[in-house]
């Protein structure tokens, strides 16, 4: 079988592996820091090195490299246009990656042929060939829940009126788009570290859900959150939290529950845009599904065109551990076919 290595390129640390057309290992998986504030050529030889590895330990000769980076990613041009993830500190002031080479000098260093994308949009395309897309949905959107809040959307063929072959990864004019995590839910809310008001990844990053809790129970709420980070609340994490879920802890269910309101406002409108028939929630944070996803469905199918609702069908990503690798892996093999 045809062989690609994909690889996700992190702030702590960058993977690699290689993977068959099917998504199964070729080889071992690799992992280095990433040295993500050193410099860009620091930051390369650590992508070099893992990739170099991966094509090692593979048990077929691979035809290219699938590289997924946090930021607006510029796949025509070679360039990270915006990373606020890498870069260097120069006269003790961080200068983050922007208008960045970096497809030209990796591939000096590896020999091989390099598609890069951004993280979400190439972990929904990975979801699509590899998890609950089957490599066959009509149109699969997805939301990845971290540290930020990012997405993606992948259209097949039949999603669209005129002449194509697909999957299809929609990127946008400029090939930054597909910000799934920026589009507005509430007019003048939240602030982000993007800038903007009122986004997505304002009320469902990690840490708006961790505040969530703290704010509670600062206010004297009684919650097993409290004891399980023995009162201390720089300890709150989503998985203290659906810890608490786990014995029905009301404070817990609540913070999931309004999670789940925020984003079924946003599955909604991003159902009667694209029509999707696969919706998947990715990133760590989906591990919580269970308790967002019925508030979840009930402010979608509230908000949605019910036609359009009726044939969505909202999941989980099967991909999680992996999404980035895989997502790598998927547009490598879209570039070699």
């Known amino acids: 079988m045809r062989c690609v290595v994909g690889v996700d390129l992190g702030g702590t640390n960058v993977r690699a592996q290689a993977f068959f057309e099917n998504g199964d290992p070729a080889g071992q998986r690799f992992e280095h820091p990433s040295f993500a504030q050193q410099?860009?050529?620091?930051?390369?030889?650590?992508?070099?090195?893992?990739?170099?590895?991966?094509?090692?330990?593979?048990s077929v000769a691979p035809e290219?490299?699938?590289?997924?980076?946090?930021?607006?990613?510029n796949d025509n041009e070679g360039q990270v246009k915006w990373s606020p993830n890498?870069?260097?500190?120069?006269?003790?002031?961080?200068?983050?990656?922007?208008d960045v080479p970096i497809k030209e000098p990796l591939k000096r260093m590896i020999d091989l042929p390099i598609v890069m994308a951004n993280d979400a949009n190439?972990?929904?395309?990975?979801?699509?060939?590899?998890?609950s897309g089957k490599n066959s949905a009509h149109c699969l959107c997805m939301i990845t829940l971290g540290t930020g809040v990012g997405g993606g959307v992948v259209?097949?063929?039949?999603?669209?009126?005129?002449h194509a072959s697909g999957p299809l990864l929609l990127l946008g004019g400029n090939q930054g788009g597909g910000e799934l995590g920026h589009i507005i839910v509430e007019r003048g809310?939240?602030?982000?570290?993007?800038?903007?008001?009122?986004?997505?990844?304002?009320?469902?990053?990690?840490?708006?859900?961790?505040?969530?809790?703290?704010?509670?129970?600062?206010?004297?709420?009684?919650s097993l959150i409290h004891d399980l980070v023995e009162g201390d609340y720089s300890k709150?994490?989503?998985?203290?939290?659906?810890?608490?879920?786990?014995h029905n802890d009301a404070v817990a269910l609540?913070?999931?529950?309004?999670?789940?309101?925020?984003?079924?406002?946003?599955?909604?409108?991003?159902?009667?845009?694209?029509?999707?028939?696969?919706f998947a929630i990715g990133g760590q944070v989906s591990k919580a599904g269970m308790w967002f996803l019925p508030s979840l469905m009930e402010q979608a199918e509230n908000s949605a065109i019910p036609s359009l609702f009726r044939d969505c069908r909202v999941t989980v990503a099967e991909q999680v551990e992996d999404a980035g690798m895989l997502g790598g892996a998927g547009l490598g093999l879209l570039m070699t076919s």
Not at 65 to 70: C, D, E, F, N, T
Not at 155 to 162: A, C, D
Not at 239 to 245: D, H, L, N
Request: proline share 3%; net charge neutral.
């Open 64 to 73: 290219a490299v699938g590289l997924a980076i946090p930021g607006h990613v």
């Open 236 to 246: 709150i994490t989503p998985a203290v939290i659906s810890e608490a879920a786990r």
């Open 122 to 131: 190439a972990a929904a395309f990975g979801e699509y060939v590899f998890g």
């Open 155 to 162: 259209l097949g063929p039949q999603s669209v009126l005129g």
């Open 254 to 278: 609540e913070i999931w529950r309004e999670l789940g309101g925020v984003l079924g406002t946003l599955v909604a409108s991003m159902i009667n845009v694209f029509a999707p028939d696969i």
């Open 86 to 98: 890498f870069g260097e500190n120069v006269d003790g002031v961080f200068r983050y990656w922007k």
């Open 39 to 58: 410099g860009t050529e620091r930051i390369l030889e650590s992508v070099a090195l893992v990739v170099r590895q991966a094509v090692a330990s593979s």
């Open 189 to 222: 809310g939240l602030d982000c570290s993007a800038g903007t008001y009122g986004a997505v990844e304002a009320y469902c990053q990690r840490d708006a859900i961790v505040r969530r809790a703290q704010h509670r129970l600062r206010r004297g709420r009684v």
